[in-house]
């Protein structure tokens, strides 16, 4: 059963500092995996999705890596604004109808 | 928002009564999925589809059943409702693009059972 960790559970960081979210997976054996934000009492916005043949994918401030062998992902966040506070969530998909499994998530606050 | 809606968006109901909620999209996506999110378990598969009239079990299935008889629509029902199944509902699509699948998140619908 795939297990998806995501440490720490809760970062503050200064304004202006990158941001380093990570995210691990114990069967490396997946289809495609998929970076959220969420804010309180709101749905999940997707933010990046890598697919397994790919190694990173980038988006503006955001970029997110991924080392299958390793059962690795980082999400970066370049020079962090408090707009970018919120919950950061992890999902790993399978082939078999991209069923995702989450992380607990990470809650990121900047502060000004 | 992948023009994704959920109804209702918010209901509180009472332990045995049926609940029934709904997911309804716009664009003909073929998958379509339903998650919990709960306190200290993140967010869990309770079913999906793959198509019309074609449903699998998730992760939490238990008590739950699902309904598929058009493309558009997805229905989550809670046949006798309990107070473990107070939580947020999350409907989603898969938008398929070659071997590219991301999926896009509803609003949610927040149920209470008392």
């Known amino acids: 059963k795939q297990e998806v960790t995501q440490i720490p559970a809760a970062l503050s960081v200064p304004e202006g500092e990158n941001l380093v979210l990570n995210c691990s997976f114990t069967?490396?054996?997946?289809?495609?995996l998929q970076w959220f934000r969420q804010d309180p009492g709101k749905g999940l916005t997707s933010l990046l999705l890598?697919?397994?043949?790919?190694r990173e994918q980038t988006s503006g401030r955001l970029n997110a890596s991924l080392d299958k062998s390793s059962g690795r992902s980082t999400l970066y966040i370049a020079a962090s604004q408090p707009g970018d506070s919120a919950t950061y969530l992890c999902?790993?998909?399978?082939?078999?109808?991209?069923?995702?499994?989450f992380g607990g998530g990470t809650r990121v606050l900047v502060k000004p | 928002d992948a023009g994704i809606t959920q109804s209702p968006r918010h209901k509180v109901t009472e332990t045995g009564t049926p609940v029934t909620l709904r997911c309804h999209q716009t664009?003909?996506?073929?998958?379509m999925y339903w998650y919990r999110q709960d306190p200290g378990h993140g967010l869990r598969l309770i079913h999906y589809?793959?198509?019309?009239?074609?449903?699998d079990k998730g992760e939490v299935s238990d008590g739950y059943s699902v309904s598929r008889s058009k493309t558009e629509d997805f229905l989550l029902t809670l046949e006798s409702a309990t107070s473990s199944q107070t939580s947020v509902y999350f409907c989603?699509?898969?938008?398929?693009?070659?071997?590219?699948?991301?999926?896009?998140f509803g609003p949610g619908t927040r149920l209470t059972v008392l």
């Open positions: 989603a699509i898969s938008e398929e693009q070659g071997y590219r699948n991301e999926q896009f």
């Open positions: 069967d490396s054996a997946i289809y495609n």
């Open positions: 890598i697919q397994s043949s790919q």
């Open positions: 999902a790993v998909g399978g082939a078999a109808g991209n069923k995702l499994t």
């Open positions: 664009e003909n996506h073929r998958y």
């Open positions: 589809s793959y198509g019309v009239k074609d449903t």
